[in-house]
């Protein structure tokens, strides 16, 4: 095998001190090295959330994704699927353009991986996404393919896709169906998550909340529920868009989740339940803890500043998460013993343009509503936008919308089949050494 610019194995991702420290300047290649959770200190980058602001007795934990190179945890996912197709001979260093196709964060991170190894990037994506997004693809030399709709039109980004694999010399980097996605976070993210939490409560893991965009991140609840059977993994979905809850479809506001489809992916035999998150939740929810922090202080009865470790790490995703995180803990009734584990996937700089057009949209928010706002978005929620999918009846529905999807681009009702069998995921994460010994071979040369 011929290989570009060297990166690290998913061992060195979950482990970085396993290497030298990796460069300050974002596009020296030595930064591949800086695909992980952890900090400069060697710890995993992570909040918990004040009760105060929770409403729930349980651990709100949140690994935040901000400092991952490119801006979020979606590049690990890139450049894992990037490193795979590389050892597999199916990536030629000189010949091969990256296609990828994404909502946001996932093509900011073909476009980063392939500035950095040096191959051309195309990334497709929908129309109506925030232009920051757009921004930081070109900014890292990626061409933008746009197709018409928003976030729960990636549908039309897929089919998009089939005319770049009509050339041999692309490799569709496709995180809704290829397994590195799936690898990647199940090691990666996941021992990451168990690492997090087990400096907090009882040190285990009660739940594991995350939204499905490609449904990568969920599978970080594999890894946990191979630890503690018992966790309850939680798939969010916009409520205007609730697929995965009663087969719906629709558009909303959550850039990077709520795509119309259960992905290929997705596990959905370790999913126990979905909840319905509103999207202007979200977005005002972010309104209120970046730029009107202040202002929650007071109500919560705090001093200023009280709320700052919270400043620039989240983004509207990571809002999602969060809510759906206090909504399951208070359904469950989980205690100040429970850890409940939930994912930032990027941070404010991807969302001036969209926080610009809140107020736009929906009027002067003056203080008055605003905390109106607050009592609604952080203490709301029904219990009945919370759906058992352990059923089951459940299990079938959700493989069946599956079928229905990637049956239409080519996938066999065999291997569709095999998914529904949980040694199907474990041989795919099984392939993890054997894939590191071989980037590791390829690395001599």
Request: aromatic content about 8%.
């Amino acid at each position: 095998m011929t290989t570009t610019v060297p990166g690290p194995t998913y061992h060195e991702m979950l482990h970085p001190e396993l290497r030298p420290p990796a460069g300050s300047d974002e596009l020296d290649p030595i930064n591949l090295f800086n695909i992980t959770w952890r900090g400069p200190d060697n710890r995993v980058r992570h909040i918990v959330l004040p009760r105060e602001l929770t409403g729930v007795e349980a651990n709100i934990v949140v690994l935040t994704g901000r400092d991952f190179p490119s801006g979020s945890h979606k590049v690990g996912p890139a450049y894992a699927t990037l490193m795979e197709g590389e050892l597999a001979g199916e990536i030629q260093p000189g010949e091969s353009t990256m296609i990828g196709p994404s909502t946001g964060n996932f093509g900011i991170g073909v476009a980063y991986i392939s500035r950095l190894k040096g191959y051309p990037a195309i990334v497709i994506m929908p129309e109506q996404m925030s232009e920051e997004r757009y921004q930081r693809i070109r900014q890292y030399g990626g061409q933008l393919d746009l197709t018409p709709g928003s976030e729960s039109d990636v549908i039309l980004v897929l089919e998009r896709t089939q005319h770049y694999k009509k050339d041999p010399r692309n490799k569709i980097l496709a995180q809704f169906e290829l397994l590195p996605n799936y690898r990647f976070h199940r090691y990666v993210t996941g021992r990451s998550a168990l690492e997090a939490a087990a400096q907090y409560g009882n040190g285990e893991v009660a739940a594991f909340v995350s939204a499905p965009g490609s449904a990568g991140t969920l599978a970080a609840g594999d890894e946990i529920k191979a630890r503690y059977p018992e966790c309850a993994i939680c798939a969010l979905e916009p409520e205007e868009c609730s697929t995965l809850y009663n087969n719906g479809r629709g558009t909303h506001r959550i850039e990077g989740i709520g795509d119309k489809m259960v992905t290929l992916i997705h596990n959905v035999l370790t999913t126990d339940y979905v909840a319905l998150i509103h999207d202007d939740d979200c977005v005002m929810g972010l309104e209120l803890l970046e730029r009107r922090r202040s202002l929650v202080e007071r109500m919560l009865g705090r001093p200023r500043g009280y709320l700052d470790s919270l400043g620039g790490v989240l983004g509207i995703s990571g809002i999602c998460n969060i809510l759906g995180a206090i909504r399951l803990a208070r359904y469950l009734g989980l205690g100040p013993e429970d850890n409940v584990v939930t994912i930032a996937t990027d941070g404010m700089d991807r969302y001036p343009s969209v926080l610009a057009n809140l107020e736009k949209r929906r009027g002067p928010l003056d203080d008055a509503r605003l905390s109106a706002s607050f009592e609604e978005i952080f203490r709301g929620g029904d219990a009945r936008e919370i759906l058992d999918v352990r059923p089951a009846e459940q299990k079938e529905r959700l493989f069946g919308y599956k079928e229905q999807v990637w049956s239409a681009f080519g996938y066999t009702h065999s291997y569709l089949e095999s998914m529904k069998s949980q040694s199907f995921w474990d041989g795919e994460f099984d392939k993890i050494p054997a894939i590191d010994q071989s980037l590791l071979e390829a690395r001599k040369f």
